[in-house]
């Protein structure tokens, strides 16, 4: 489970923990090597999820244990979301993933998975040598924030 706000991991810690649900925490402040051991934990069935800050899980993770990936709220580049999803997504996994994003209806980050299409659009139109050019101006972002984008 990812999210960019380290707040918004500890109102779910402490609801596991008042549920008495086996988890695993990542965020920045953790150091590397009580990150391995939570990651070894995590991979060795220690832990029913395992909370992690978008930043901080970035890299140098692999959790093959997962077979859900839930991102609590949506990060302006879906690039960063993608790469904390590839984190279920490597060589030794063995089951399906499902990837969860929770948005709420009409909220900025409703307008931030639109921003996230839009992006991916021109991505692949400027890899396939594509006419399409664009960039997120003030006006584009204003709107955005607004909840009048496209």
């Known amino acids: 489970m990812f999210s960019q706000y380290v707040d918004h ?76 999803s590839g984190r279920a997504y490597r060589i030794g996994q063995q089951r399906p993933v499902t990837i969860y994003r929770l948005v709420a209806e009409n909220s900025i980050e409703e307008q931030i998975v639109g921003l996230h299409a839009r992006k991916r659009d021109l991505a692949d139109s400027l890899l396939e040598g594509g006419e399409v050019s664009a960039k997120l101006d003030a006006d584009a972002l204003l709107a955005l924030l607004a909840g009048t984008g496209d």
């Not at 500890?10 to 051991?37: M, W």
């Not at 800050?53 to 692999?62: D, E, P, Q, R, T």
């Open 9 to 84: 991991l500890s109102i779910v810690r402490t609801l596991l923990a008042e549920k008495r649900i086996a988890y695993q925490y990542l965020d920045g402040s953790v150091p590397t090597k009580e990150r391995e051991r939570r990651v070894n934990a995590f991979q060795a069935g220690s832990g029913e999820i395992f909370l992690i800050s978008l930043k901080a899980g970035g890299s140098g993770l692999n959790l093959t244990a997962a077979d859900y990936v839930i991102h609590l709220d949506p990060w302006w580049n879906p690039a960063v979301e993608d790469q904390a």
